[in-house]
Nanobody, 125 residues
Framework: VQLQASGGGLVEAGDSLRLSCGHSGRPFSRYGLGWFRKAPGQEREFVAATDWTGGRTLYADSVKGRFTIIKDNGKKLVYLEMNNLKPEDAAVYYC???????????????????WGQGTLVTVSS
């Protein structure tokens, strides 16, 4: 299984950005996906997650109402749409696939076993 995240870049505060994560390997539709981020000098933190159906989602309080996670089973992609970006959103963003099939959305990084390489988001104030 390989995950490939893309879409990061340099934006200004208030701008929008959409990250994508492609998945190769076993049936994408059976697994939940999550997005995490890591800023310099900080621990990795949970951002958003979706269950295997794509119908149930979970967000960190810091991004709720601004970010949306979307799972497209047909394209085997998961997106993170980010609106009204703030300087504190700047980080390397990682996508991850849930450890078990048919799982629910979870913020617990232990529940993810495959991770993408990360894509950098920089937000200028």
């Amino acid at each position: 299984v390989q995950l490939q995240a893309s879409g990061g870049g340099l934006v200004e505060a208030g701008d929008s950005l959409r990250l994508s994560c492609g998945h190769s390997g076993r049936p994408f539709s059976r697994y939940g996906l999550g997005w995490f981020r890591k800023a310099p000098g900080q621990e990795r933190e949970f951002v958003a997650a979706t269950d295997w159906t794509g119908g149930r989602t979970l967000y960190a309080d810091s991004v709720k109402g601004r970010f949306t996670i979307i799972k497209d089973n047909g394209k085997k992609l998961v997106y993170l749409e980010m609106n009204n970006l703030k300087p504190e959103d700047a980080a390397v963003y990682y996508c991850a696939r849930s450890r078990t099939s048919w799982g629910d959305a979870t913020s617990d990084d232990y529940e993810y076993d495959y991770w993408g390489q990360g894509t950098l988001v920089t937000v200028s104030s």
